[in-house]
């Protein structure tokens, strides 16, 4: 339960207050891991956390595509309701967010890798210094990051000052995370850390030794596996490293995918779930979902269907932050709990609203609207079908009127919440920027000349148009 005051969360012992690593990849599917039978990739790193964590065997991220699960894991709350509607879309600044929870109640601060809740379109670039938007205004104290996906001998900005490095992006900011850590560790503020990979996103460009073992596949397929082939490498490392610095035991170490996998990457990224990224059925919302903590959690895989929505209301309970660190309207649930001991149902349905489209996932059911405006609602029993490949709504006319009624009151609540009344104010201030590309942004073209010609940005730059995925 959350308590009442900050002086009572700031009362516990800070030796008892863990901690925390968010990981999140980019555009990994829910097939896409070896401990959940992959064909061809291996990994063994995500597996080895697996055995020694919380392994969800239903992990959902926010929404289908990017941005709007990153606000979900800021916020606890459906990404409509903060302004981030589709990819490249702001977080209010109204928003409370998680880091600002935590620097509140006395933790340092760090976010390393993707960023895309700054409103910026097309691929990833450095983020400014004086983008009112960047990591640091939600309550990052030290941030290295680009406005959307990034790949091999990124271009980074720390704090607004650019850097250029070498190598595997998903290498390169584990490691500079953990210097943020070891910087930090023997301090008196325990530590918060969030690492969002730029992997396995297009553009697709693995190492040599990295896409060898998939020499059978066509390019772009190769380069993908490539690419988790080091990500999973990255994951080892944080892990060992943590170990090292004797700070395993007490972090609480989260790592899942933004949304689920790709339909053009063979072999498949999703399982035998239906459907892919940018859709609301199993194989664009479910993801792969890990939570070790070995202070706290017994190795075990679950089935409780639990989400990225769910990261910031967990992490309240933990930490015995306020009640107030959190907006009212809050769409996840403490997955506490479930950490100690196995839980039977899930109290509070999942909500998702995206483009539009609505979902509700209350245990063994799922009901999905393909158009909130229409008339047209399709039911689904994950339990005994969890391709979805039926639609039962006329077998089970009860639970899809229930199931209907509480989507569509939670499409009447994230209304309100569009309109700002979760806010203190009754509205949404004024001055929230609109989602627009950056190459086209006035605040970049001084930087034009420095960028255009990097092989991340040549296509649109010199072209005008983009040549790869947004998301």
């Known amino acids: 339960m959350l308590v009442a005051s900050a002086a009572s969360a700031l009362a516990a012992s800070d030796t008892k207050r863990p901690n925390i690593i968010i990981v999140m990849a980019d555009d990994m599917g829910w097939g896409q891991t070896s401990y959940n039978g992959h064909p061809v990739l291996k990994t ?25 699960t990153r606000a979900s894991v800021m916020t606890g709350r459906s990404n409509d309701r903060g302004g981030v509607e589709n990819h490249g879309y702001a977080l209010r600044l109204q928003e409370k967010t998680l880091p600002r929870a935590l620097r509140d109640a006395g933790y340092v601060t760090g976010h390393f890798g993707k960023w895309h809740l700054n409103g910026y379109r097309g691929p990833g670039a450095p983020i400014l210094g004086k983008d009112t938007h960047n990591p640091g205004a939600f309550g990052f104290d030290e941030w290295l990051s680009v406005t959307n996906f990034f790949d091999r001998d990124p271009i980074l900005s720390r704090k607004g000052k650019f850097e250029e490095f070498k190598g595997d992006s998903s290498e390169i900011v584990v490691a500079e995370a953990l210097k943020f850590i070891e910087k930090n560790r023997g301090g008196t503020k325990p530590i918060f850390t969030t690492i969002w990979f730029g992997s396995p996103h297009s553009p697709m460009v693995a190492s040599a030794e990295d896409k060898a073992a998939f020499g059978a596949l066509e390019a772009n397929s190769a380069n993908h596996y490539g ?9 080892g490392t944080l892990r060992k490293k943590l170990r090292d610095l004797g700070l395993a035991e007490n972090t609480l170490l989260w790592f899942n995918s933004d949304n689920g996998g790709l339909p053009e990457i063979k072999p498949g990224t999703v399982g035998e779930l239906r459907g892919f990224k940018n859709t609301m059925y199993e194989g664009g919302l479910r993801v792969p979902g890990i939570v070790e903590w070995p202070a706290a959690i017994k190795p075990r895989v679950t089935k409780y269907p639990a989400g990225t929505v769910d990261i910031f209301p967990t992490i309240a309970d933990i930490v015995g932050l306020p009640a107030t660190a959190m907006l009212k309207v ?15 149902t899930r109290e509070k349905p999942l909500p998702f609203r995206h483009q539009g489209r609505g979902v509700l996932i209350d245990n063994r059911y799922k009901i999905v609207s393909p158009d909130l405006k229409g008339a047209k609602f399709e039911l689904y029993d994950l339990e005994t079908d969890p391709k979805e490949s039926k639609d039962i709504t006329t077998e089970k006319p009860e639970i899809a009127q229930r199931m209907r009624a509480a989507l569509l009151a939670f499409h009447e609540s994230v209304n309100a919440s569009v309109a700002g009344k979760d806010y203190p104010e009754g509205k949404v201030n004024a001055g929230e920027p609109a989602s627009r590309d950056w ?26 148009k983009k040549k790869q995925s947004p998301n």
Do not use: H, I, W
Request: with cysteine; hydrophobic share 40%; proline share 9%.
């Open 330 to 344: 809050v769409d996840g649930t403490s997955l506490k709990p479930l950490f100690a001991r196995e839980l039977a």
């Open 227 to 235: 690419e988790l082939v080091a990500m999973d490498r990255a994951m």
């Open 439 to 464: 190459l086209t942004a006035p605040e970049y073209a001084e930087y034009l000349p420095q960028l255009k010609d990097r092989p991340e940005y040549r296509q649109m730059a010199t072209k005008g």
């Open 44 to 68: 063994p790193n995500l597996d080895a956390m697996a055995a020694a964590g919380l392994r969800f065997d239903r992990f959902y991220a926010g929404a289908p595509n990017c941005s709007p």
